[in-house]
């Protein structure tokens, strides 16, 4: 693809897993890069050279005045699940203003909680959102493509299934996965694993955005939606099983039924949050990105090679892991 070589930095709103790895992208083709978050702290993922700067995004001016002089900025925030409905419309309408107000492009992220996963989902699926928070994406993904249909924004939306990877704790394959098996605990999945499900690999994900927002002007990228890359998709059970096959481990496996975490909702709000969203693991839930592979020259991650890169991550002390733990899982705006 023709890539953007206009001066001017790429402005990341948000360093959890996807901001990092999208500033490691960004980097290594030679773009100057700043990310912001709403505590100043640098999370250990993040390029050294990579700028940190402290806003509110909740805040139109603060997210207007850091955006100055961006020539790209990615939205790349989760809420956490009990702000979701009243917090993320908030902060996409105020950096797609600071992206006007910079005259720079704009490049989304979104998950799949709009779509219909009843046949594998593609750029072009149905929308039938079956939660809350799918509703409130559905809306939200309306408002962000009508700021590009008039001309406001130059926009491109990258979507993902759930993440795995370095640096990816709060994920159906996150720590209560890996972080449990290098303990000798049993993995905890989701509702059912003998259903089919795509994960997507973290560095896929990220190096897909930055290819979103390196390219040029006019180039049809712009305007439309994409899918981050996702391999085959696998069984909880089988995905679980490779990881143990690479630690040479049996396979250690407990399923999170749907009446525990109603359970647990009575009095644990981020429980409670959790239930309208067990619908992706009692049924298939596949993303075939074949087409915006193809498209954007990216190919995904062999699940072997990226849990692999998982469990090396893991591995490492947890001060070099999680400098800033308490800060970033306390921060609604660090939750991807």
């Known amino acids: 693809m023709t890539t953007s070589s206009s001066t001017g930095f790429h402005l990341i709103f948000g360093t959890g897993p996807v901001g990092c790895w999208t500033a490691h992208h960004l980097r290594a083709n030679g773009v100057a890069v700043k990310a912001v978050n709403r505590s100043g702290q640098r999370p250990a993922l993040m390029p050294a050279d990579v700028a940190i700067i402290q806003a509110d995004l909740a805040d139109a001016q603060q997210a207007i005045q850091v955006a100055h002089g961006a020539r790209v900025v990615y939205q790349a925030l989760g809420p956490a699940y009990t702000h979701w409905a009243e917090l993320?419309?908030?902060?996409?309408a105020n950096t797609l203003e600071a992206a006007a107000r910079a005259s720079a492009r704009y490049v989304a992220l979104e998950n799949l909680y709009m779509l219909d996963p009843s046949q594998p989902?593609?750029?072009?699926?149905?929308?039938?959102?079956?939660?809350?928070?799918?509703?409130?994406?559905?809306?939200?993904?309306?408002?962000?493509?009508?700021?590009?249909?008039?001309g406001d924004v130059p926009v491109s939306?990258?979507?993902s299934s759930d993440f795995y990877g370095p640096g990816v704790k709060v994920s159906a394959m996150g720590e209560r996965v890996f972080d449990n098996l290098l303990k000798g605990k049993s993995a905890e999945v989701m509702v059912r694993a003998d259903c089919l499900h795509s994960f997507a690999y973290i560095g896929d994900v990220g190096k897909a955005m930055a290819t979103l927002g390196l390219a040029d002007d006019g180039l049809s990228t712009w305007g439309k939606v994409w899918l981050a890359p996702h391999a085959a998709p696998l069984t909880q059970q089988a995905f679980v099983?490779?990881?143990?096959?690479?630690?040479?481990?049996?396979?250690?496996?407990?399923?999170?039924?749907?009446?525990?975490?109603?359970?647990?909702?009575l009095f644990n709000a981020d429980a409670k949050a959790?239930?309208?969203?067990?619908?992706?693991?009692?049924?298939p839930f596949v993303v075939d990105s074949s087409v915006s592979d193809r498209a954007l020259g990216l190919h995904p991650t062999d699940t072997a090679h990226g849990l692999k890169a998982t469990?090396?991550?893991y591995r490492q002390p947890l001060d070099c892991l999680h400098p800033q733990t308490p800060a970033m899982l306390s921060d609604p705006l660090l939750k991807i």
């Open 157 to 159: 939306v990258l979507r």
């Open 311 to 313: 469990l090396d991550w």
């Open 241 to 265: 099983a490779q990881a143990c096959a690479l630690l040479g481990i049996q396979l250690k496996l407990s399923l999170v039924k749907p009446w525990l975490l109603q359970l647990v909702g």
């Open 121 to 150: 989902m593609t750029e072009h699926s149905e929308e039938a959102p079956r939660s809350v928070k799918g509703r409130v994406r559905q809306q939200m993904h309306h408002d962000l493509m009508a700021c590009h249909q008039q």
């Open 274 to 283: 959790i239930v309208e969203m067990l619908y992706q693991f009692e049924q």
């Open 88 to 92: 993320f419309p908030r902060l996409q």
